[in-house]
């Protein structure tokens, strides 16, 4: 009877470890899909005409859709360094694409593309080329572009301020920042009337604190005939920069002169979003991350937020028992970002022998 009831003990154990091993297998692959870039919208048109082929207009989307990517995830500067990368090599990086909404009008073939590229393998890339890309976050940002024409003297919030009116107009699908400007509010308007001396010190605490977003961005353009120098006061992630642009020979009433104005200042803002979310991979630190292995929701969780950081370059299981599985974790970042980060995803963390243990 003894020896009965032991094997029944052992095929418990073992049962429960098949299916633990079979739940980690399944589990472990979810994260595969979250290791990559998706970029979605690519539109692509061709002439049908005799010498038309498709393969070539799909590869003129994978060019577009790489550019919109490296112009999401680097700066201005790093990227002018890889414009020439080889449609092969690009191609090496693509994982899997679909096109959908193919038609015909007027002999002209369109269609929509959507590329999904290797995360691991465009990190690497960029890393042979020394880059360091950011992480693509999207942010809504408080913007108050303010016009102040030094030979009249008149400053312009919303009525004849070009920025004001057109900030919004065109907008490019890699760009990361979401402006959203004041509502026309004549006592914002007085507010800045009576503050125009001390314009450049002034900390618009007053406008800022109407709208429930942390992060803002005060544009002043001094305006003096055909000159605009550019005061930008900005905001982003509690980290705060002011940037000074002068722009000479500038018609604003020309829609070409405003333009170049419009996306220099754009890129500006974009560049300083992205350095702020920079990922070094010259940072490969090893963590050690202990989970209860009862908890079988919570590890489907943690691998899932594991794989949707890109702050980590890889990870895996290290080993598992009945009590705990242990995840190797390559961060490219330090304890501290990396435990804000888990905390942002509700796993509290504290460390016990250089492990990181989940409460």
Known sequence: MQIKNKLLRLK?????????????IFFSTTFLHANAFKISEIEISAPFELNFSK????DSGFKEAFYNLISM?????????????????????????????ERF??????????????????????????????????????????????????????????FYQKWNDK?????LLDYVLPSEDLEDL??????????????????????S????????IFKNKDELRVLSKINLNNSFKVNNQIFKKVDLKNEENFEIVLNKLKKVYENYWKKINEINTSIKLPLTVSIKSSQYSKIKLLEKTLGSSDLISKFYILK????????????NSSPKTFLKDMKKANFDLIKENNIWTIK
């Open 213 to 220: 977003l942390e992060d803002y961005i005060i544009t002043i």
């Open 73 to 101: 995830i680097t700066t201005t500067e790093d990227r002018s360094r890889i414009d020439k990368t080889s449609l092969k090599e690009l191609k090496g990086m693509i994982d899997s694409f679909t096109i959908s909404d």
């Open 105 to 162: 009008i007027d002999n002209e073939y369109f269609a929509k593309l959507e590329v999904t590229f290797n995360k691991k393998n465009i990190l690497i890339f960029l890393e042979k080329k020394n880059i360091f890309p950011s992480m693509p976050i999207k942010n809504r940002v408080l913007l108050i572009p303010i016009i102040i024409d030094l030979e009249t003297n008149n400053i312009y919030l919303f009525t004849e301020n070009i």
């Open 12 to 24: 418990k154990v073992y049962i429960f470890f098949i299916s633990y091993v079979l739940f980690i």
């Open 55 to 58: 393969s070539k207009v799909i």
């Open 171 to 175: 907008t490019k699908n890699f760009h």
């Open 320 to 331: 598992f028992d009945n009590r705990n599985t242990y995840f190797r974790v390559i961060y």
């Open 190 to 211: 007085n507010i800045i009337q009576k503050n125009s001396k001390i314009i450049e010190d002034y900390d618009f605490t007053e406008l800022i604190k109407k709208y």
